[in-house]
């Protein structure tokens, strides 16, 4: 974890810890104090069921992408990627390079080929979300008195990543706009990076159209898509499910539906590259949401807290202790400034067992 990383969550830390200052420190121990331990277990097992989810989603984009890894395997890739994403500034997809890494040198498949199911992957994450928080945008407009500048925001942020989504899928069935894409990159790199560049552009090359031709196989195999996409859906609902839980153990009597909403529009937060997992945005605005709909800032405020030991520093947990296992190195690896034969080379001393 770099120096960057750690002043980031530090910060992030310090603006969660003045919300809670200013809901009364003293008042947020008084709830958790009265906190039904057995449904945060319920909650923390509902969490660590959805790790399962992810994983089986996974498995099957590999399988259809011919790629046959055990779950076992999988599992732990799945817990690096998270912990990655949350302690990177990345718009929750920080990760996402490790995981195809860690695929990649489990039986030498090549990383465009990983990297493609990794995406397959984020993107039928992102489609049920899209789905959800439209909805819930139009829902909260109606139903809570937010500024119409928040409103504006929260829209914006829809289209922004229905646009990338939808990117994504015309460069993988379109040959012509792949080429593109590929060029304007290539000019990118022409133009902020002086060493290598021959190298560098056939890497690109082979990442992006080992990435169409992957991305093809995955979105053509029907099977698949019947599989995966009911299953990111019923992902999401355990997510949700998983924060209901949490404030019922609070003696908290909230609708499911407003749950929902909060925590879509959280997440929505989360995706902004800006903190380490959004933290101290998301849960500064899961407090005054929660609040917002008539819950007590008291217990918003413990029930935040609680909700995101168990969604965020759970995962980042687990996944750093796991982490080493594959070796010291492997962050520093996930890079486009490496070759392919750099990314696969010889240096595994530490990154197999």
Request: glycine residues 8%.
């Amino acid at each position: 974890m770099d120096r960057k990383t750690i002043l980031l969550l530090g910060f992030s830390l310090l603006i969660l810890a003045i919300m809670l200052w200013f809901v009364g420190i003293d008042k947020v121990i008084g709830a958790l104090k009265v906190a039904n331990m057995s449904i945060i277990a319920l909650a923390i097992g509902v969490q660590i069921f959805t790790y399962f989810l992810y994983t089986l989603r996974w498995q099957v984009l590999n399988k259809v992408a011919n790629m046959d890894v055990s779950f076992k395997n999988l599992l732990p890739m799945v817990l690096v990627g998270l912990a990655v994403n949350n302690i990177t500034p990345s718009g929750r997809g920080g990760g996402e390079p490790v995981r195809a890494y860690l695929l990649s040198k489990q039986k030498d498949y090549l990383m465009e080929e990983t990297f493609a199911t990794v995406v397959a992957d984020r993107a039928l994450d992102t489609f049920p979300f899209i789905v959800l928080a439209a909805i819930t945008v139009a829902a909260m407009a109606l139903s809570f008195n937010f500024d119409l500048w928040l409103i504006i925001i929260m829209i914006i942020a829809v289209i922004v990543i229905v646009a990338i989504l939808i990117i994504l899928i015309y460069m993988c069935i379109n040959p012509g706009f792949g080429k593109r894409v590929d060029g304007w990159i290539v000019g990118l790199v022409r133009r902020f990076y002086k060493k290598n560049t021959v190298e560098l552009e056939e890497k690109i090359h082979g990442v992006i159209f080992g990435f169409q031709d992957t991305m093809k196989l995955l979105i053509s195999n029907k099977k698949g898509l019947l599989i995966t996409i009911p299953l990111s859906f019923v992902i999401w609902i355990f997510e949700i499910l998983r924060v209901y839980l949490v404030f019922l153990a609070f003696g908290a009597n909230v609708d499911f539906v407003v749950i929902g909403e909060v925590f879509i529009v959280a997440c929505l937060v989360g995706m902004i590259p800006l903190l380490p997992g959004g933290i101290g945005a998301i849960d500064g605005l899961m407090i005054i949401f929660y609040s917002a709909a008539g819950i007590p800032s008291s217990i918003s405020a413990a029930a935040t807290v609680i909700e995101r030991l168990i969604s965020f520093w759970m995962a980042t947990i687990i996944g750093l202790v796991i982490l080493p296992y594959y070796g010291s190195s492997v962050l520093d690896k996930i890079s486009f400034n490496q070759s392919t034969k750099e990314i696969e080379g010889p240096d595994e001393d530490n990154d197999e067992e």
